[in-house]
């Protein structure tokens, strides 16, 4: 079973036709590297309902690949936790949708507590505040693994900037940055025996799709059995695939994409994004129709 367990659509819901043109390169890319589940796991600040609704609208009856409702969560301190489900039950999670909302402690207490969720905790040493060892601190850091049975151990943001660091000769000055990029690219961090490693590409453009976790599981024939094998396959291997850019395209693509994600996260006025319930959608409508009704006097 191949399964990427971190991938951004990052759509241009700005501009016309960008989502199902975009979707298209998309899926022709998860068959050319036979990827058979993909958890789709935009950011909670980038609509990642809408993200998935319109992915999901725009795949090939042609395509053999299963998407998996997720998302990139931002916890209270500003970590990132990836949040999924088999079904779009996760969109339907108000807190978890929302930036700055819940802690680490009190996301995890819920995910716990709801069978229906699960929690994947990426790339744990990012040099920023999103990954939780520079957030926590060593020691805090070491106790939240144990509330985790998801590890993100390989991630493929980082490949771009290694590759230039290395043919710059700038690992020689800058060595712990490059240890640093290293470990978000292969962790070899001594984990709890209840753990399982995952990896993912990472990917918010086309060129960068392709990597996967690889595992000894048969191919999955729904989201659930993917989930299970995520949870009970032995063995599992990371196969990144080399970039479709040149070196330079390759770091001001992903190098523009981080400063916007900065500022919607850190600037820009939020929207929540969400799948209503049934009652939620009613009270709704029926709100905007007293509102509607309403006569001045």
């Known amino acids: 079973m191949r399964i990427d367990c971190h991938f951004h659509p990052n759509f241009r819901f700005w501009l016309k036709n960008h989502a199902k043109q975009k979707s298209a390169q998309i899926f022709k890319k998860f068959t050319e590297n036979k990827i058979d589940a993909v958890i789709v796991t ?22 053999k690949t299963l998407l998996i409702p997720g998302v990139e969560a931002v916890t209270k301190e500003g970590i990132d936790i990836i949040v999924f489900s088999a079904s779009e039950y996760v969109f339907t999670q108000k807190e978890i949708m929302k930036t700055w909302c819940l802690s680490l402690k009190q996301l995890l207490k819920k995910i ?20 939780a060892y520079k957030n926590l601190g060593k020691a805090e850091f070491k106790k939240i693994l144990k509330e985790f049975k998801l590890f993100e151990a390989h991630n493929d943001c980082f490949s771009a ?17 490059t240890q640093t990029i290293k470990k978000v690219l292969n962790s070899k961090t001594k984990l709890p025996k209840s753990i399982k490693i995952t990896g993912g590409s990472d990917a918010h453009h086309i060129g960068n799709i392709g990597s996967y976790l690889k595992l000894n599981a048969l191919k999955p024939n729904d989201n659930l059995q993917a989930i299970k094998s995520l949870y009970t396959a ?64």
């Open 161 to 177: 900037l290694q590759n230039a660091l290395s043919k710059t000769k700038l690992e020689k000055i800058m060595p712990e940055l």
């Open 234 to 297: 032995t063995k599992r291997k990371m196969v990144f695939q080399k970039s479709n850019y040149n070196l330079a395209k390759d770091l001001s693509l992903n190098g523009m994409t981080a400063v916007c994600e900065f500022v919607q996260l850190y600037i820009l006025r939020q929207k929540l994004d969400f799948k209503q319930s049934y009652h939620e959608h009613a009270n709704s409508l029926h709100q905007g129709r007293r509102k509607f009704g309403k006569v001045n006097t």
């Open 112 to 131: 716990k507590q709801d069978p229906k969720l699960h929690a994947i905790l990426p790339h744990p040493f990012l040099p920023t505040q999103q990954g």
């Open 42 to 63: 935009e950011h909670a600040f980038k609509r990642p309902f809408q993200s998935f609704k319109k992915l999901k609208s725009f795949q090939p009856q042609s395509s």
